[in-house]
């Protein structure tokens, strides 16, 4: 049956958006797929910003990257990486332009909310040895008791010494766990708000009960526990004070749905990015424009410290690259930055068919349906935003509708109800054209995450097509 005049007008004007499963070839899907198994195997390797970097230089060294103090004198075709104390990469290819002319950056960051130990976790209370904690980014702290949590971390003793923790993964290890009230004798706590039901002072994890066997001793439970970290990684109480250890979930990553077509799994946010722009990073060949990828630390908390994305480091970075491409022209730095563009790689909030409420559906983000481009975030009045430019969303919609990508374009909620922030701001400060570009994802921020298989692949394939533009 032929189509309508009307038929045809609204095909060729309106904006739709497609499931990017409809109409799928099953070759295309099963590429789809194996990527995405690979991306699943990853995320259980590298739950934490330390995991995350240590396996992303296994993956750089393999693919042909030189850390940058390694390597006197960069060319194009090279392929470079700078590791910022354990936390946080840089990487770059050379392409053939000058540095100065610019660069295609994507940006993502590889830590996520958790919990952390404090510096004196350790204590015994009721026959039971328990660790306090503090939580790390914007947790619904109600979501984080009564599930299996593993530790990873460092304790770096006071000759220098670092002690890798890794407790809660194999199936042989034991998991540790944050206990709540019985339904039974919660009858004030469920009066309260679920903001206040449970304080962050009470995200206490459980971590033995076997008493010591000495009555001399006064704290048994708490001295079983430290003699057997002792014996089995050399620790004492006070090394407590100069170590890193986070609690994150124990859950493994894992395929979705009857049909296998989405991923849940702790950390999305923004493992998910991190992951697909790295892999795009890997895949690249000769290139015109030099591209570099950030993956960096405590964006969940403000991207602050010498990890994070207000760091002098990135821009150590860039320094170094054009120390050794020989490029020393006055003010070679700033050309650089100001001439560079950059996709703010960070997840964005899928709408929720149970909580749509919050959604202002024309300008959702939806699952499946491709990477989300976001002009603006901050809240209310924009407060807070990088507002990229219509001229440079104009460019980055051609480079994905001219290789055929599908894409959308969203708000985080309505006006008053939503709003966050990414590292894009960070970057627009020092000149360079930032747009937010990330992978929907249901739950964000939970223990446990939900994304399109769809979209992770699609993101790799716009991340790629940026970086080769």
């Known amino acids: 049956m032929e189509k309508t005049k009307g038929e045809i007008l609204e095909e060729k004007l309106f904006n739709e958006c497609k499931n990017g499963f409809e109409g799928l070839d099953e070759n295309k899907k099963e590429v789809i797929f194996k990527f995405s198994d690979d991306y699943i195997n990853f995320l259980n390797k590298a739950k934490t910003e330390r995991l995350f970097t240590k396996e992303t230089i296994k993956l750089l060294d393999y693919n042909g ?9 960069i060319k194009p075709g090279d392929k470079i990486y700078y590791v910022n104390r354990s936390k946080a990469v840089y990487a770059a290819v050379i392409g053939e332009d000058k540095l100065s002319n610019g660069l295609n950056l994507i940006g993502a960051h590889i830590d996520s909310p958790r919990l952390d130990l404090k510096p004196n976790p350790l204590y015994e209370d009721g026959g039971f040895a328990l660790f306090k904690t503090h939580y790390y980014g914007g947790i619904k702290k109600y979501q984080w008791t009564t599930i299996p949590l593993a530790i990873h971390g460092v304790v770096v003793k006071s000759s220098g010494e670092v002690v890798d923790i890794n407790i809660g993964e194999e199936d ?45 001793v006064s704290e048994k439970v708490k001295l079983n526990i430290l003699s057997i970290l002792n014996k089995k ?28 077509s989405m991923v849940a799994a702790y950390g999305q946010d923004d493992k998910s990015c991190a992951y697909t722009s790295l892999r795009a990073l890997l895949d690249l060949d000769k290139l015109q424009r030099t591209a570099v990828l950030l993956l960096t630390d405590k964006e969940e908390i403000g991207s602050m410290g010498n990890t994070g994305m207000y760091s002098a480091n990135f821009e ?3 320094s170094l690259l054009l120390e050794k491409t020989l490029e020393k022209e006055f003010n070679c730095l700033n050309k650089c930055l100001c001439n560079s563009e950059m996709l703010s790689a960070d997840v964005t909030s899928a709408s929720d068919p149970t909580y749509d409420f919050v959604d202002e559906k024309n300008n959702a983000a939806y699952l499946g349906r491709g990477l989300c481009l976001i002009k603006y975030t901050g809240g209310r009045g924009k407060s807070g935003a990088s507002d990229a430019s219509a001229e440079f969303v104009a460019k980055v919609r051609d480079i994905f509708e001219s290789n055929d990508l599908l894409y959308q374009i969203s708000d985080m909620g309505k006006i008053d109800v939503g709003g966050g922030g990414t590292i894009a701001y960070i970057l627009a400060d020092r000149g360079i054209d930032v ?15 939900v994304a399109s298989k769809f979209d992770i692949y699609n993101a790799y394939e716009c991340y790629k097509a940026f970086f080769e533009d």
Do not use: C, W
């Open 316 to 318: 150590h970075f860039v």
């Open 172 to 216: 042989t290890d034991p998991v540790f766990t944050i206990t709540d009230l019985l339904p039974h004798l919660a009858k004030d706590q469920m009066k309260k708000t679920l903001s206040d039901g449970i304080a962050g002072e009470d995200l206490n994890l459980l971590v033995g009960s076997i008493p010591y066997e000495d009555e001399k």
């Open 233 to 260: 990684y050399g620790i004492t109480e006070r090394d407590f004070n100069s170590a890193e250890l986070e609690l994150v979930p124990a859950f493994k990553a894992r395929s979705l749905g009857f049909d296998e």
């Open 435 to 449: 747009l937010d570009a990330g992978i929907p994802v249901l739950s964000m921020h939970a223990p446990y995450e």
């Open 65 to 73: 990257f030189k850390d940058i103090f390694n390597v006197k004198e």
